[in-house]
């Protein structure tokens, strides 16, 4: 099994474009979720979903949107990268509780 | 929700235990502990959790207090490949739906 996969795994982006996370687990989790995690600091809760169409916000949801169209997918979009937006993005899926992460997305705003 | 609270920093020599606390005074009734741990900007890797009783797995054991205010993560003999960010963690459930509020961690040093 692949488990959660993320792409891209670098990328980079001027203030004000646009760009979508990809996010794919192979596991028939209902639960998925983003976090970015910042230098020096814990994970962050941007998104989350119960399953497909259902999606609620986390800790930091400005300026990402998401979307649960199947099981399997959950993009994380940026409609309008700012700096602030630099960080590093993992998607986690979970079935019971204990959660499955990807490798990490660095993303970097200029 | 209930919050963790963990030391920033731990050191411990290969091969002997390491042993990593975490309070979570607020902690409810229905909530679970969960351990995590983050190997140099890798994705999190899950560790173990527990409820009320102690646990064991292939990685660790869990140690919680009889009140569950706190618990402490053994890892009974560290590696250099023990070297990590480990993350408390307390289960939040909100109306069925289920979310993990992740800390800054302890950052563990395994050395020689």
């Known amino acids: 099994n692949a488990g959660v996969t993320q792409t891209p795994k670098f990328q980079v982006l001027k203030t004000g474009q646009s760009m979508t996370l990809q996010c794919a687990q192979d596991m028939n989790h209902e639960y998925m979720s983003w976090y970015r995690q910042d230098p020096g600091m814990g994970l962050r809760l941007i998104h989350y979903?119960?399953?497909?169409?259902?999606?609620d916000q986390g800790e930091v949801p400005n300026g990402y949107n998401v979307s649960r169209s199947t099981t399997e997918d959950f993009p994380l979009r940026l409609l309008s990268a700012a700096p602030s937006q630099t960080s590093v993005y993992f998607c986690?899926?979970?079935?019971?509780?204990?959660?499955?992460f990807g490798e990490g997305s660095r993303l970097t705003v200029l | 929700d209930a919050k963790t609270t963990q030391p920033p920093s731990m050191d411990c020599a290969e091969g002997r235990a390491a042993n990593l606390p975490c309070n979570h005074s607020?902690?409810?009734?229905?909530?679970?502990v969960y351990w995590y741990r983050q190997i140099h900007s890798q994705g999190p890797q899950y560790i173990i959790h527990g409820l009320k009783n102690n646990e064991t797995n292939e990685m660790a054991s869990l140690i919680i207090t009889e009140d569950r205010k706190s618990s402490t993560l053994i890892l009974p003999h560290a590696t250099l490949r023990d070297t990590a960010v480990y993350y408390c963690?307390?289960?939040?459930?909100?109306?069925?739906?289920?979310?993990?509020?992740f800390g800054t961690g302890t950052r563990l040093l395994v050395s020689p």
């Open positions: 979903s119960v399953g497909a169409g259902i999606t």
């Open positions: 986690a899926s979970s079935l019971a509780g204990e959660l499955f």
């Open positions: 963690i307390v289960r939040v459930r909100n109306t069925g739906f289920q979310k993990l509020v």
């Open positions: 607020t902690i409810s009734g229905n909530e679970y």
